[in-house]
């Protein structure tokens, strides 16, 4: 696994995605289904004493890949959008880990939910965001959705992050920054620094 990490900044590596990835299934397919889950939790092993996170962005599909990622995963951030057929999968997929942590005897990670592309115009993200405090108030973080912004798909298209060009009143680099602090305060519980880092 050390020979695909990229550095890219000072404390912070990249394993890129690319096509090959649509391949991780049929090279996993001849293993029995224990082992074919573990893989992935097996390789970060190496590496795990070496990084305070190590974060996944996976799509929304279940895949062995995915199940990889399930099965090493100690917290799950799940970005739901705000529109009502989200909802919908949101339900499916957390009835689905709830049976995967069972059938595998793996404890349920702990999760968070953060609702995405929220526009406070629009009904169907009000009503989204409603259902998601009736129904899963536990998992959300109080007043807060990622906004709808055009510097999220100008940062896919020059392949940069938002800070690097975004202004300062970037309400996608406030809704960025916020995921991440969200992000660190519930699992702060469970970093270990590195030792020779101090």
Avoid at 22 to 48: C, G, M, S, T
Avoid at 81 to 101: D, K, V
Wanted: charge should be negative; glycine fraction near 2%; proline fraction near 5%.
């Amino acid at each position: 696994i050390m020979n695909i990490i990229i550095p890219l900044f000072d404390g912070l590596d990249c394993i890129p995605a690319n096509l090959s990835l649509a391949d991780v299934d049929e090279a996993l397919k001849d293993l029995k289904e224990d082992d074919r889950i573990k893989v992935l939790d097996n390789h970060l092993k190496q590496i795990e004493d070496s990084y305070d996170f190590i974060i996944f962005d996976t799509g929304p599909s279940i895949t062995d890949l995915n199940r990889n990622i399930f099965y090493a995963a100690d917290f799950i951030d799940v970005i739901c959008n705000t529109h009502p057929q989200s909802m919908q999968s949101l339900g499916h997929i957390w009835e689905y880990l709830e049976r995967f942590c069972e059938r595998h005897k793996k404890r349920f990670p702990e999760i968070m939910i953060t609702p995405n592309i929220y526009e406070d115009r629009v009904s169907s993200s009000l009503e989204t965001m409603t259902y998601l405090k009736n129904h899963w108030e536990k998992y959300i973080i109080p007043d807060f959705a990622i906004r709808k912004s055009e510097d999220f798909p100008r940062a896919f298209l020059e392949q940069t992050p938002v800070a690097f060009f975004c202004k300062v009143n970037s309400i996608a680099f406030e809704d960025v920054a916020e995921v991440v602090r969200n992000i660190v305060t519930k699992c702060e519980s469970k970093i270990v620094f590195n030792k020779k880092e101090g």
